[in-house]
């Protein structure tokens, strides 16, 4: 795939191999994502294969987790997402937002009893944080949960859930109305609990190859124990999204990428006027721009990986590599279906499928116009949100 600036030669041996096996993964296992978009299903057998190959938070350290180099992670979500948006969300939601919380605010319990069975794929785990009246503002949420001897009564709706409908356990961020000030905390939730229903959204237009969900809480009791008891308030959720950003603004690349590789090869094939496309200038010039957007995410992507490694990535690092590679995979993900011409709205190609995906992305884990006002406000300390 392309690598114009050549940026993959320093690559250390790890994570070239990690490039090799998840690539080598999607084109040997994942027969046919096309089609499952068209389905609106998500290729479930994958899950414990993708567990073997070590695609869940590799990146985070114990419970049988390998701690590989934040730029491997990187590269892992940018090789599913060349595949599909569904793939990397499953990993992303899986790995960021649920095993993530665990490791960092879990206690010793939770840790073992979770994490090598998410990290194996043997489990599925999901991320309640939205609302349906509560989506880019998640600290008005208005879940509660509320003591009663040592269980937790939960009750609310969490809405737009990927995975809820075939998750074993959800990460559930409530409000504490049994303490002062009702802060939000995390709670793990079985999902084969009385009072949970994890109704399934159907006839999404984008993101069709994952399912999407609810998580309903009707009284829904849990033991005190299935708390986390590591955070409070809403650094919880934002820290595990900020993790799940991460992820995105690497996977955003993959998937422009794919969409350039797909334009490039149809340009030198498909002839028009007696030569191939890619031969007239105004395709050249689609072609010179996708390449020249995709380097600049692609340097931004290494850019945060390096901070990140360093401990000095903030979250406004990366708000805006978010924002910038997933609007890139956007626009650049179009003008690749457009040079497909009329097999470009087609599932034969990727591209078409890539850009409907990319209305999610651009959407999930803080729309582009949060990260626009999350940018604003650490570039003037004055915030616009309100
Ligand atoms: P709203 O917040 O209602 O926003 C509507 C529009 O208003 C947007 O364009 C937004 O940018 C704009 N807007 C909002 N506030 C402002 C403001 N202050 N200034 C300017 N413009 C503003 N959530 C989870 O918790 N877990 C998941 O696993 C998950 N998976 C998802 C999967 C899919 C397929 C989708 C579509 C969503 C998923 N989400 C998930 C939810 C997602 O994070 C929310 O959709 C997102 O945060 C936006 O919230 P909303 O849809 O309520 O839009």
């Not at 998500?42 to 730029?71: C, D, Q, R, W």
């Not at 979770?114 to 990290?119: K, S």
Request: glycine share 10%.
């Amino acid at each position: 795939m392309i690598d114009y600036f050549d940026l993959e030669a320093s690559l250390t041996q790890e994570e070239r191999l990690l490039v090799d096996s998840a690539r080598s993964f999607v084109e040997g296992e994942v027969d046919d994502m096309g089609e499952h978009w068209i389905e609106g299903t998500f290729p479930t057998e994958l899950i414990p294969k993708m567990g073997e190959m070590g695609f869940y938070a590799p990146n985070l350290e114990g419970y049988g987790l390998p701690g590989v180099s934040e730029t491997s992670y990187g590269l892992l979500m940018r090789e599913l997402e060349a595949c599909d948006s569904g793939l990397r969300s499953m990993a992303s939601v899986q790995g960021a937002l649920v095993m993530y919380p665990i490791h960092a605010f879990g206690s010793d319990e939770q840790k073992e009893e979770w994490l090598p069975a998410l990290g194996e794929g043997e489990a599925v785990g999901c991320f309640g944080l939205t609302e349906p009246e509560h989506g880019s503002n998640p600290s008005a949420m208005e879940t509660r949960a509320e003591k009663d001897g040592d269980e937790y009564v939960l009750n609310g709706t969490k809405t737009w859930i990927t995975n809820s409908p075939i998750a074993d356990v959800a990460v559930v961020w409530a409000k504490d109305h049994s303490e002062e000030g009702t802060p939000v905390r995390g709670f793990l939730v079985e999902t084969d609990r009385d009072g949970v229903t994890t109704n399934k959204i159907d006839e999404k237009l984008s993101l069709r190859a994952s399912i999407t969900g609810e998580v309903s809480l009707q009284d829904a009791r849990i033991p005190e124990e299935n708390r986390l008891p590591g955070v409070s308030g809403m650094k919880g959720p934002l820290s595990c999204l900020t993790q799940a950003r991460y992820g995105i603004a690497w996977g955003a690349v993959g998937a422009a990428q794919d969409c350039f590789e797909t334009a490039r090869e149809y340009a030198t094939d498909r002839e028009q006027f007696g030569r191939p496309i890619g031969g007239f200038q105004l395709q050249q010039r689609k072609l010179a721009e996708m390449a020249t957007q995709i380097t600049l995410a692609q340097l931004l992507a290494h850019r945060l990986a390096e901070l990140k490694e360093a401990g000095e990535m903030r979250p406004q690092h990366v708000s805006m590599a978010k924002r910038n590679n997933v609007r890139t995979a956007r626009d650049q993900s179009r003008i690749a279906r457009e040079m497909l011409g009329g097999n470009g709205i087609t599932a034969d190609y990727s591209p078409m499928r890539h850009m409907a995906n990319m209305e999610t992305v651009y959407t999930y884990e803080g729309t582009h116009d949060i990260h626009t006002l999350i940018l604003g406000e650490d570039l003037t300390g004055l915030q616009a949100y309100q």
